[in-house]
């Protein structure tokens, strides 16, 4: 099965692109005069090209080679690296920031996920901030099957199409579709592992990180495990 992200990085950017929301959200967990930030799971480089745009040391990690190459050519001031997020610890650190966005955190169990977590608490300074968003796993898991909204470019000639399937505590079944004029020229089907928001509360504070923070959106609507919504979690080191 092809990657979705891999051959259409193009109509991804404009399927998820650049949110002044988020990156008001994540500047305003900067620490005061911290002038290093780290994008976990990056993708086309938004936030870690926006940061480097405002003068700042960013780095950007991705397993995918398209997108690090995308991310690369849009955002010369950033550096990028095709990484695997478990190996973020072998980066060159301090970082007064870093991130891991757009539910990257679910392609790993929450054994591998608390690796990646060992791994930003070295290279973390004292105060350094930790931000993770994931959907909302607590309510998801209730549901057996989710649909999301379909997203629609060029007048609905383009439709991305989301859903989860086989929902359960161990591994949902991740499928997409992209299709063109009524014909489907892209499927997919990935494997995630829904964590409760607890369960990731728990795996950093086991790490020394302090959770300063859980929100449904980056506007800070507090956190509600019955109601469909994301979960942004702020922790600090």
Not at 53 to 68: K, N, R
Request: proline residues 5%; hydrophobic residues 40%.
């Amino acid at each position: 099965m092809t990657s979705f992200y891999r051959d259409h990085t193009e109509i991804y950017e404009r399927i998820f692109p650049f949110r002044d929301e988020v990156f008001g959200f994540l500047n305003g967990n900067l620490p005061a005069g911290g002038h290093r930030v780290l994008d976990v799971g990056c993708g086309p480089g938004h936030y870690a090209g926006r940061f480097a745009q405002d003068g700042l040391d960013a780095v950007g990690i991705d397993l995918d080679p398209e997108m690090v190459r995308a991310a690369g050519e849009r955002h010369p001031k950033a550096t990028f690296h095709v990484m695997d997020m478990k190996a973020a610890g072998t980066l060159d650190g301090p970082f007064h920031l870093a991130f891991c966005l757009g539910n990257a955190a679910a392609h790993l169990d929450c054994d591998a996920f608390g690796d990646v977590v060992d791994g930003i608490t070295s290279l973390l300074v004292p105060g350094g901030g930790w931000i993770v968003q994931t959907v909302n796993w607590d309510y998801l898991l209730n549901t057996g099957r989710y649909d999301f909204p379909i997203r629609q470019l060029d007048d609905g000639r383009l439709e991305f199409h989301r859903a989860y399937r086989d929902v359960s505590e161990h591994e949902v079944r991740f499928v997409t579709k992209l299709v063109e004029s009524g014909v489907t020229v892209h499927e997919g089907d990935v494997a995630l592992h829904p964590v409760r928001a607890q369960a990731y509360v728990e795996l950093h504070e086991a790490r020394g990180l302090r959770l300063e923070g859980l929100f449904a959106d980056y506007r800070r609507t507090p956190f509600d495990p019955g109601v469909q919504s994301g979960a942004v979690l702020v922790f600090r080191r």
